[in-house]
């Protein structure tokens, strides 16, 4: 049986602000884009964080990637149980009809924000899919030596063998920051939860027992 931690909401407030200062030290974003729907409440949080006196906040962009299918099971406990799936599908793209158009991401610091790093598939499937974009834009606009910088945050990284790669600019440049990197476990986040109360009673036994042990 796959074990199962309970993070809460103050787990992940605690998490966005150990990283924020290793992000305003080096990364230095200009741009975040939240992968949906787990990359929401990180970027929110860590808005707040990397908030600097006398600059505007940073602007967030979402996307929705889905690379879950639901298969049933039989456990009447644990309902539906979400398998990792193969295919990654886009349900939502960038929307710049507040901030311009999608040339407002060339030449800009872009930090892209997941909840969890799991297969990766995900991720490079987003970070693909934003420089495609980005080079197209830049060549129609003849500002191709303007650089552009993916950076990644997310708040778990599985330590396990990965399906996804991600490109080497990224990952050999300190540009990849995972607040905690776990076993591969089953993470429950509180906004996945339907009953919070019983959500936070769980996750308190479970570091009690931890710290205990």
Not at 55 to 83: K, R
């Amino acid at each position: 049986m796959v074990e199962k931690v309970y993070v809460t909401y103050n787990d992940v407030h605690k998490l966005c602000q150990e990283a924020a200062p290793q992000m305003l030290s080096t990364l230095q974003p200009q741009l975040m884009i939240a992968i949906g729907g787990g990359g929401y409440v990180p970027a929110r949080i860590l808005r707040s964080f990397l908030k600097q006196p006398g600059c505007p906040n940073i602007p967030i962009q979402a996307i929705g990637l889905s690379l879950y299918e639901q298969l049933p099971v039989t456990d009447a406990d644990t309902g539906v149980v979400e398998e990792i799936g193969t295919k990654v599908t886009r349900t939502q793209w960038l929307d710049f009809s507040s901030l311009g158009g999608m040339e407002n991401l060339v030449g800009k610091r872009i930090l892209i924000v997941d909840e969890v790093d799991d297969t990766r598939t995900t991720l490079e499937y987003a970070v693909k899919e934003l420089q495609k974009d980005v080079e197209e834009v830049s060549r129609k606009l003849g500002r191709e030596g303007e650089k552009t910088e993916f950076s990644i945050f997310v708040l778990h990284n599985k330590d396990k063998q990965k399906k996804g790669v991600l490109p080497t600019d990224v990952t050999d440049n300190s540009r990849y920051i995972a607040a905690r990197t776990v076993g591969d476990v089953w993470i429950c986040y509180p906004w996945e939860a339907t009953d919070i109360e019983e959500h936070d009673r769980l996750a308190a036994e479970q570091k009690n027992k931890t710290a205990a042990a």
